[in-house]
């Protein structure tokens, strides 16, 4: 390995500028943003592609630091204010409603009017109804209609604003760049909002205002319009706003609102064909796994000629390793494509080069891939940053998992030269010390102290509440590491390479051996949560050791130590397992990683909790998660959700600036199903396998159409047949595919 030193700039690949080296002075681009008395974190948000947007309830874009609120593409927020008023006079909001990932309706209706006509418009005379539809740019239409007897005249006016911040600089950290916002401009039915970035590319939104309005008065940061309505009894009037990005004055030909929406429906309807589909006797779970099904689509973003699951929204809509991998982990079952993506537009960024200002060491798997103004012009070294410690092994244990599916020789065999990389980062540059251990410390003067799945600047703590200092063995990470080998050895023996193979399957021995020796901690009778800098254990109880079950490292005689201490009062609340004991010195159920309950993480812990035979503590995490949705908007699991005890109360506290929807939380109910079920597949001896299903009392029955296993698709249906009994049965079957099950 070469010095930690900074290597010269150059010019970056990806974004095509010089990744100019910065001076940080403080940027924290740990965790999650400042949380502000203004953060709402109830917002609608829509996505298609790598376009977004992120409103109020009510449909309006009110700027708010660190909220969230704006339309976005390419790292930018091309809108950031857009407020309506009904004769002058916000609407009250009576409905909001989320139709699809792409497509909202918002209705509403008049406080008492003045009109220009007659006397007051009583309240909830006039219909303001919303339609909001993402494509490749957002429609906005608003139809307004009178239900009053006599004539109706008002005004409804709109202010718009876009200041074109980068979505760093939405999160909190501070303008360090000489790019400059132009004074709006008028041209008959259009405005348009300029900004001339500090690299000198040009980034423009264009709005169509139709029809036209009858006002307009723009200044040097917003524009104002205004109709005049004049409506008869029962009178309708829709005006339509369209928002386009575009960059250095180009933009794709515009489409209208019907065909965007006939487009984005239909291919709903494709993504939908494409995955495996449950259904339940509990309407309400059943709505959880609709959600879910539906978020998962509108995350996932084009990347080349890929597709792969963009983290969540409003702060992590981009390319990731470790949230896309795991995504696709999740899912696995329901649609194997989401990993197939995901493994190919990752090996396409694998790192080549050592190079510090981005923690990229030859055949690591990236951290996270941003293309807006701080990235490109070097300010943050996202282009792309590598500060991860497990998005290697991860990718090798998805393309495992990916082929166990699948039996895609095809495309496993055309990513064998990422997979030899992984494996030589793994051995030479993730063991820093040559322990067997992968290990991380950072290098990058602007990246992330942590380079776990929990990367807050504060997650890796002693049990005292001192932080713990580099370089760090994640205990989670020595399981990926095991899982990633021995998934990985059934490639290569399909591959031909049966030597590698059977070497890979003796170094994940060795490994686990290692493992449960050098992490375990008998006073605690727990994993500890890591190795530091002097191989001292970090023995904070969190939930990180439940990663290990699922990865199946965990030797059989320490499991039930692990399952008990996971589900005690002090680690699960009755929603959740905690990431945090609340035992320790370090707990705050508010924070983000030392106390807060994560979805995704608890689905991986149901997983493994299952793997090693413990069905009621998997059936608890199951109902918890259950409830949480139930009581949420939309159905959707939010990236994360305080700590705090279930006392009672039949709703979560929730974390204000939770991504919503999460990629990784999206997809926990799919996992969720796969472990209550026993499912696992193994496409290449052609064979599916039910594992000890268990259904909870909540759930009568559930049905799995179109599993894919290889070429073959099988259909099952599971219920219960007594108390702690769950039966199963074939409905369906294409092709050779043999059911067996495990007793």
């Not at 924290?28 to 974190?41: I, K, Q, S, W």
């Not at 494509?337 to 960024?349: D, N, S």
């Not at 020789?409 to 990513?415: F, G, K, N």
């Not at 000890?692 to 099952?716: F, M, Q, T, Y």
Request: glycine share 8%.
């Amino acid at each position: 390995m070469t010095s930690p030193g900074e290597p010269e700039a150059r010019v970056d690949s990806d974004v095509g500028v010089p990744a100019r080296r910065v001076a940080p002075d403080r940027y924290d681009l740990e965790g999650a943003p400042d949380v502000p008395a203004e953060a709402r974190e109830d917002l609608l948000a829509l996505k298609s592609g790598a376009v977004f947007v992120c409103a109020r309830p009510d449909g309006d874009i009110r700027p708010a630091r660190a909220s969230g609120e704006g339309l976005y593409s390419q790292d930018t927020r091309h809108l950031s204010e857009l407020r309506l008023t009904v004769g002058g006079s916000r609407p009250v909001l009576l409905s909001s409603v989320m139709e699809s990932g792409h497509h909202a309706v918002i209705n509403a209706t008049n406080p008492v009017l003045r009109s220009g006509v007659g006397g007051p418009v009583p309240q909830e005379t006039l219909n303001v109804r919303r339609t909001l539809l993402i494509g490749d740019r957002l429609f906005y239409r608003v139809r307004v209609r009178n239900f009053h007897p006599d004539p109706v005249a008002t005004v409804v006016e709109v202010w718009l604003a876009a200041d074109f911040a980068d979505v760093f600089e939405v999160r909190g950290v501070e303008r360090r760049t000489t790019g400059r916002v132009l004074a709006p401009t008028r041209d008959r039915d259009r405005l348009r909002f300029s900004y001339v970035s500090g690299d000198g590319q040009r980034r423009e939104t264009l709005v169509e205002l139709e029809p036209l309005p009858a006002r307009v008065r723009v200044d040097d940061e917003r524009a104002h319009v205004a109709w005049d309505v004049q409506l008869q009894a029962g009178e309708a009037v829709s005006l339509l706003i369209t928002v386009a990005p575009a960059r250095d004055g180009r933009r794709r030909a515009g489409s209208t609102l019907e065909r965007t929406a006939a487009r984005l429906d239909a291919a709903h309807v494709d993504w939908v064909g494409g995955c495996a589909r449950i259904s339940t006797d509990n309407e309400l779970f059943d709505r959880l796994i609709d959600a879910s099904v539906r978020d998962l689509h509108a995350l996932m973003m084009p990347v080349g000629g890929e597709k792969l699951p963009a983290a969540g929204i409003p702060w992590y809509v981009a390319p990731f390793g470790r949230d896309s991998l795991l995504s696709a982990c999740e899912a696995l079952m329901i649609n194997p494509e989401v990993a197939r993506g995901t493994l190919r537009v990752l090996a396409g960024l694998q790192a080549e080069t050592d190079e510090a200002w981005r923690d990229a060491e030859p055949g690591k798997i990236l951290h996270e891939l941003r293309t807006g103004e701080l990235a490109r012009t070097g300010h943050i070294p996202h282009t792309p940053y590598y500060g991860t410690a497990d998005a290697t092994a991860l990718f090798l244990m998805v393309a495992g998992g990916y082929y166990r599916w699948t039996l895609d020789l095809d495309t496993v065999a055309q990513l064998r030269p990422a997979f030899d990389a992984a494996l030589a980062w793994i051995d030479d540059w993730g063991d820093r010390d040559g322990d067997g251990f992968v290990e991380y410390e950072r290098r990058a003067p602007a990246g992330l102290h942590n380079h776990g799945w929990k990367d807050s600047g504060d997650a890796v703590v002693h049990a005292d509440g001192t932080l713990a200092e580099g370089p760090i063995a994640l205990v989670e990470v020595q399981g990926y590491v095991y899982e990633a080998k021995l998934r990985i050895a059934d490639v290569y023996e399909a591959l031909g390479d049966a030597p590698r193979a059977a070497q890979l399957r003796t170094e994940a021995g060795a490994l686990r051996a290692a493992f449960n020796e050098a992490f375990w901690n008998p006073e605690e009778e727990f994993f500890a949560l890591a190795l530091d800098g002097r191989k001292t254990q970090v023995r904070s109880v969190t939930s990180n050791p439940a990663h290990c079950l699922y990865c199946g490292i965990v030797d059989d005689d320490k499991a039930a130590l692990v399952a008990e201490r996971l589900m005690a009062p002090d680690m699960f609340s009755g929603w959740g397992i905690r990431t945090l004991s609340s035992s320790s010195p370090a707990y705050n159920p508010m924070s983000y990683h030392n106390g807060s309950i994560w979805p995704h993480d608890n689905s991986i812990a149901a997983a493994g909790l299952k793997r090693y035979g413990f069905d009621t503590a998997t059936i608890r995490i199951a109902a918890g998660l259950f409830d949480v949705a139930a009581g949420a908007r939309n159905f959707r699991l939010p990236e994360l959700f305080c700590g705090f005890h279930r006392d009672g109360s039949r709703a979560i506290v929730a974390y204000p600036v939770a991504c919503i929807p999460q990629a990784w939380a999206a997809a926990a109910p799919f996992m969720l199903v796969q472990a209550l079920l026993g499912i696992s597949a193994y496409a290449p001896g052609n064979r599916l396998t039910v594992d000890r299903p268990r259904l909870p009392d909540w759930l009568g029955s559930v049905e799995i159409r179109d599993i894919r296993v290889g070429r073959s698709k099988v259909s099952l249906a599971f219920r219960q047949a007594g108390p702690g009994s769950t039966g199963f049965s074939l409905l369906e079957q294409e092709g050779d595919v043999r059911v067996t099950m495990s007793t």
